[in-house]
């Protein structure tokens, strides 16, 4: 079967990091992404991962290990407008390229 | 260049009521997908498309039909909506190759 488990809540404070994990379990792995979905809002893509290592792009990073099934999204200087839900989807093969989407993590960030 | 569209952004329907939301896109992608997005659940896939008149089941299909018969179009319709179907509804597109899909600003469909 597919599994993507991410943390439901974190806080975090303005001008701090924070690192939100993800892992996954899922046959014909193809790559995975990072979006970021303010509320009442579309999500809007961040990053991905298709080769193990680290994405950097500007303020967010995303790291991948395959071997591990894990992934994290890294978030440097925090500001007061990156309190949204972050969410974790693993691109599949053979499928459309359909993305499996975890529950998302909501981040609250605080002064 | 607006990307992609979705219309109606709001609409209430009575039990047993059809209804049909559609996405547009001008960015000539490739791809085209459904997803419906609830709380605790996360985005589920309802149905996609690889090309111009194409479709194909994703995970949660049950209830919902498509067309695709122009490539910026991607219709999803609800023959006899239920209160299950109640949500929030993507579109989002993808261009060929390992790219991300991009999303229109979703449909709130309540049913009562």
């Known amino acids: 079967g597919q599994n993507i488990d991410q943390p439901t809540e974190m806080t975090a404070t303005e001008g701090a990091i924070v690192q939100i994990n993800c892992t996954y379990q899922?046959?014909?792995?193809?790559?995975l992404f990072w979006y970021q979905q303010h509320a009442g809002e579309a999500p809007t893509f961040l990053s991905y991962?298709?080769?193990?290592g680290l994405e950097e792009k500007g303020r967010f990073s995303s790291f991948l290990s395959r071997s591990k099934g894990y992934s994290y999204l890294l978030l440097k200087e925090l500001q007061m407008k990156d309190s949204a839900s972050y969410l974790c989807?693993?691109?599949?093969?053979?499928?459309?390229?359909?993305?499996?989407f975890g529950q998302g993590t909501e981040l609250s960030v605080k002064p | 260049n607006a990307g992609v569209t979705q219309t109606p952004k709001f609409r209430v329907l009575k039990t047993g009521q059809s209804m049909t939301l559609l996405c547009a896109q001008d960015?000539?992608?490739?791809?085209m997908y459904w997803y419906r997005q609830d709380p605790g659940m996360g985005l589920r896939l309802i149905h996609y498309?690889?090309?111009?008149?194409?479709?194909a089941k994703g995970e949660v299909p049950d209830g919902y039909n498509v067309s695709r018969l122009k490539k910026q179009n991607f219709l999803l319709g609800l023959e006899s909506a239920a209160p299950s179907q109640t949500s929030v509804y993507f579109c989002?597109?993808?261009?060929?190759?390992?790219?991300?899909?991009?999303f229109g600003d979703g449909t709130r469909l309540s049913i009562l």
């Open positions: 989002a597109t993808r261009d060929k190759g390992i790219r991300p899909q991009h």
């Open positions: 899922t046959s014909g792995f193809n790559g």
């Open positions: 991962n298709v080769l193990d």
């Open positions: 989807a693993v691109r599949v093969n053979n499928q459309g390229g359909k993305l499996i």
């Open positions: 960015m000539n992608h490739e791809y």
């Open positions: 498309s690889v090309g111009e008149g194409t479709t």
